[in-house]
């Protein structure tokens, strides 16, 4: 029995590529130390593997920012808007991923969007009609050969055509069937180069195959790779799926020539049934998926032999295989020292899933698998309890009714009475909540953790910043304030600290988007809350101005998609949990004075399934539920907002209303405002907040851009329902970039109010 991996994470057990690629923009490093930097990490994650006896290592699978945009870069899909910066190539590419605004000309980014059901951001490349797709770069290639001299031998991991040329946006009159040829020529060239280099294996990624499939993607993917497999020689061909089973397409794949077809048996729920029902090829090689690539628990090496053992009477060849990329977890336990043994033995995070990779070949090579001692050892572990229950909590949610669930009065008559209390002008102006972390600020919550600080003195410096960024706000002129979220490391993470049932960590990094890296909690056991949280800094901050100032939390959906949740209970359940105790909060700052509370629910779309199908009774039906539950005890005057990212929201839209918030506001400066007309043809009645500019690239938006971007909106959303506010919280940018961003956004909300009260 053989190991592969599908990817390994990228960015550093110390986040070392994070800090190198952020000091190339600062200017602070050059492009050869960087390059080197990037070098030595490919080199230690190679061996660690290595070291694991993995059989098949990934490569490739390192970037500085994004694999679809090295996809997109390798096979010359680069926007003249770009290549007319005429920029080296390395910074052209920056270029795409974060914008550029300097002497060569100003620039936005490409649009940024969510992987599948992860919270990894991908860059959406664009193919518009003067776009030549070829296979101009040497990336994977390199990579191969760096990996060969070190004497790895490597499966170069390549977005697969198909999946490609789903998540591509065509922006000019080209169409997908116009480009099957050229992106079928240009993988098939890929696969070429590889035979001459002498690879023995080669990994498509292909999980857009997981997703509902019509007849036609059937068709366009199998005319994809009947082109790119025709010139198929040495080199074998792994096609890779994940997040989910194929049940859409299985009887067609394994009729292709692929040598191998990973396929993923931790959320596939239905791939064990389709090969019991389909079988698989003797002649090709079966990557079974079976360690979970996106959560931390241990591997049950019981479940895992049993299912092994099944499969084994249905295929031939089958190779342990973790069930996506690694990319999802974090580096490795060996870092955490504030966790106990009796907690990490539970745990496996990437290195540590290499460790299991290698226990389970050993246990499947032997006669007698549950007689091997590492087995033994696991099921040990697996047979205590965990200590992790809260009899009370569970007596609550079970104990939840209908009318738990609904806000009175309805939303159209709070609105009103919101109105008249809030007083607030035409297209009110807000931020999303965080204001830039800065070093100090940073540095002040890690004194306090590492104990060089009291809590007073780190509660005395977050007020100072507080009354700086309320002073800041009203220079500015914004109409609602923030506190600026100065003591949170994390919107989420900050509530796992202050929550019983999380366990925290210290260097659980998992890459986000780019350089940016979020540390998701873990939830261990039934959630409660103890004490307050955020009132203090909200009723501080209140304090310090007549404007409103919005008390700031995260939502349970939020909280529970960006943690690592539980197996041994339902979502649902974890979700309500959560619910319950931000419902405690949300009470709290309402009985404190605070009349205007955001929600945050960043992460709600991204955990809606993958199929269609699995909409509703997998998520739908408890995720709107528990967001309701949240807010629907509070008086009708009091103004609930919330907040989402990314937000493709064309097709639950309904739900969205359905959450009864009475304002939302979401990104939308980087999908070019194609919500608004969404909102406007479902008939939306909620406030809304469409960001004007976009947060995530250092740009500074101009004022006519803004006002430009606001005119379009009013052409479809009424000037009453209108708010103004960029396009998500401010923390990871600088002073210097926000303070002018945000002047000029009041400035274009001033001057666009004039014009249309005119
Ligand atoms: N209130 C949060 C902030 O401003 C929201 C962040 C987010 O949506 N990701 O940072
Ligand atoms: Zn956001």
């Known amino acids: 029995m053989k190991t592969a991996v599908i990817g390994y994470p990228r960015i550093g057990a110390l986040r070392e590529l994070k800090f190198a690629v952020e000091r190339y923009f600062r200017k602070d490093l050059p ?97 518009d009609d003067e776009t030549e797709i070829l296979l101009v770069g040497t990336k994977p290639f390199d990579e191969y050969v760096e990996a060969k001299n070190w004497g790895i031998e490597t499966k170069s991991a390549i977005i697969g055509a198909f999946t490609f040329l789903k998540l591509v946006k065509f922006t000019g009159k080209k169409t997908i069937e116009d480009s099957i040829t050229d992106i079928a020529s240009a993988y098939s060239d890929i696969l070429s180069k590889f035979n001459d ?14 997703m509902d499939l019509s007849e036609e993607d059937i068709i366009l993917f199998n005319k994809l790779y009947e082109n790119i497999l025709s010139k198929k020689n040495n080199t074998k061909v792994l096609l890779q799926t994940y997040f989910g089973d194929i049940r859409d397409c299985y009887s067609e794949v394994i009729a292709m020539p692929f040598d191998g077809i990973g396929l993923d048996f931790v959320e596939g729920k239905k791939t064990l049934e389709i090969v019991k029902s389909f079988g698989f090829p003797d002649d090709k090689i079966l990557f079974a998926g079976i360690v979970n690539g996106k959560n931390i628990w241990k591997n049950n090496y019981s479940n895992t032999v049993d299912l092994i053992s099944e499969l084994g009477r249905y295929c031939k060849n089958i190779v342990l295989s973790t069930s996506c990329s690694l990319l999802h977890v974090p580096y490795t336990l060996k870092n955490e020292n ?14 540590e899933k290499l460790t299991e990779l290698s226990e389970l070949k050993k246990i499947l090579s032997t006669s007698n698998p549950t007689s091997a001692a590492e087995y033994s050892e696991n099921q040990t572990i697996f047979n205590e309890s965990r200590n992790c229950e809260n009899a009370n909590v569970q007596a609550v949610v079970s104990s939840l009714s209908h009318d738990d669930f609904i806000r009175h009065p309805n939303f159209e008559k709070r609105e009103k009475i919101q109105k008249k209390e809030l007083k607030l002008p035409l297209l009110p102006t807000t931020t999303i909540g965080s204001f830039p972390q800065t070093p100090e600020v940073k540095a002040n919550r890690s004194k306090y953790k590492n104990g060089s600080i009291t809590f007073e ?36 993470e900050y509530f796992g600290e202050n929550l019983d049932g999380f366990l925290l960590t210290e260097k659980a990094w998992v890459q986000s988007y780019g350089t940016r890296c ?44 960006w943690s690592f949740p539980r197996e041994d209970i339902s979502l ?9 105790a931000i419902r405690d909060e949300v009470l709290d700052l309402e009985a404190n004075g605070i009349k205007i509370i955001q929600i945050d629910e960043a992460a709600l779309r991204e955990k809606l399934p993958l199929r269609k199908s699995d909409w509703y009774s997998e998520y739908l039906n408890w995720a709107i539920p528990a967001f309701r539950f949240v807010h629907s005890g509070v008086k009708p005057e009091t103004q609930i907002h919330t907040h989402m990212c990314y937000s493709e929201f064309a097709d639950i839209i309904k739900d969205i209303d359905d959450m009864d918030a009475d304002v939302i506001t979401f ?64 923390k990871t940018r ?13 400035a274009a909300a001033k001057d666009v109010r004039k014009s249309i009260s005119a």
């Open 31 to 127: 492009k050869e130390e960087l390059q080197a930097i990037a070098s030595e990490l490919r080199e230690e994650h190679w061996k660690i593997q290595k070291n694991n006896e993995i059989d098949f290592i990934t490569s490739n699978d390192f970037s500085f920012y994004d694999n679809l945009l090295d996809t997109a870069v390798l096979l010359n899909i680069v926007p003249n808007r770009y290549k007319q910066l005429k920029l080296d190539v390395f910074d052209e590419y920056f270029a795409m991923a974060r914008g550029y605004q300097g002497e060569k000309g100003d620039v936005k980014a490409l649009s940024m969007k969510k992987w599948f059901n992860t919270n990894y951001h991908y860059m959406v490349p664009e193919i």
């Open 197 to 210: 280099l002498g690879a023995k294996w080669i990994q498509f990624d292909e999980p857009a195959l997981v």
């Open 338 to 351: 504030g966790i106990s043994d009796d907690y990490k033995k539970r745990l496996a995070f990437a290195e």
């Open 457 to 492: 003195q780190y509660t005395a410096f977050n007020k100072k910043k507080i009354a700086e960024c309320i002073a800041l706000q009203e220079k500015i002129g914004l109409d609602v304030l923030v506190h600026g979220e100065f003591e949170r490391n994390d919107m989420v």
């Open 518 to 561: 979020v540390k998701p909690p873990i939830i261990w056991g039934d959630i409660s809350r103890s004490k307050p949280i955020t009132i203090d800094y909200a009723v501080y901050a209140q304090s310090l101005t007549s404007k409103h100032v919005k008390g700031m939390l995260t939502g349970p959906v939020t909280i529970l998609n």
């Open 572 to 580: 649902r359940d974890c979700a309500f949990q959560i619910a319950l």
């Open 667 to 730: 990104e939308a400066a980087r999908s070019d405002l194609s919500i608004i007309e969404t909102l406007k043809e479902y008939g939306f009645k909620r406030e809304v907040g469409p960001g004007v500019y976009d947060i995530h690239s250092p740009r500074i938006p101009s004022i006519s851009e803004i006002k430009e971007a606001l005119f379009k909106m009013l052409e479809k959303i009424p000037k009453e329902k209108l708010w103004v506010n960029p396009d998500c919280g401010l």
């Open 734 to 746: 600088r002073y210097e970039e926000t303070v002018p961003s945000l002047e000029n956004l009041v």
